[in-house]
């Protein structure tokens, strides 16, 4: 079954540093997009950004591009998703997803990173 | 960007009934490049329909999508216990922006 599994859940102070992680398995991962996806607490659903591990072509939202970085390691099928420094509105379930190539949609999804950001 | 509105933002039906769900963008959706997606409380999302009409691997046929251009349905015809969870849609075909959702709860 094809999956991604994600990092577990992490509690920070503002102004701290953070990446979260995401592997795929068991399937090409050098030839599919793989997108973050960030839901606040009780909100909907707000897509950051996609890379294509292939070549690194990364594209971002208006909204979060400048705020986060987001990179793959197509050597161990992860990719991830870093801030430098956290703010309390960071606060947020992180989730990955994987494209495939051509215009398809998100079909399949990370379990989730809870991500708390608090002094 | 393409802006999504769904309708109603909550729906209350019974077991049994039928569910329309509603979802407008604010401009053409390329190709129908429209996707639904069903999120449970705790859960990740799960994709539903793509391309407007054509259901996801394992979906049950109750779940029909349909609609073109800017309008866009999702159907439940009839709702089974396991089918009360929020509900949105998402455009593909220029970047990627979701709709906010619609919560189907139990009357």
């Known amino acids: 079954e094809v999956q991604l599994v994600q990092s577990g859940t992490d509690v920070k102070k503002p102004g701290e540093s953070l990446k979260i992680s995401c592997k795929g398995s068991p399937y090409s991962f050098t030839n599919h997009w793989i997108g973050w996806v960030r839901q606040m607490p009780g909100k909907g659903l707000e897509w950051m950004g996609i890379?294509?591990?292939?070549?690194?072509?990364?594209r971002y939202s208006p909204s979060f591009q400048g705020q986060v970085t987001i990179s793959a390691d197509r050597s161990i099928d992860t990719a991830y998703l870093q801030w430098t420094s956290l703010k309390a509105s960071d606060s947020a379930t992180y989730y990955c997803v994987r494209r495939n190539s051509g215009n398809f949609p998100f079909d399949v999804w990370g379990q989730g990173t809870m991500v708390t950001v608090s002094s | 960007e393409i802006v999504l509105t769904q309708s109603p933002g909550t729906l209350s039906l019974s077991p049994g009934e039928r569910a329309t769900l509603s979802c407008r963008a604010s401009?053409?959706?390329?190709?129908?490049?429209l996707a639904w997606y069903q999120q449970k409380p705790g859960q990740a999302p799960r994709l539903l329909i793509y391309g407007a009409s054509t259901r996801a691997t394992g979906i049950p046929d109750r779940f029909s999508g349909s609609g073109s251009g800017t309008d866009f349905t999702l159907t439940i015809s009839r709702l089974e216990p396991e089918d009360f969870a929020v509900y949105y849609c998402q455009q593909y075909g220029s970047s990627f922006t979701f709709g906010p959702g619609t919560k189907v709860d139990i009357k």
């Open positions: 890379i294509y591990p292939g070549d690194s072509d990364t």
């Open positions: 401009q053409g959706v390329s190709s129908s490049f």
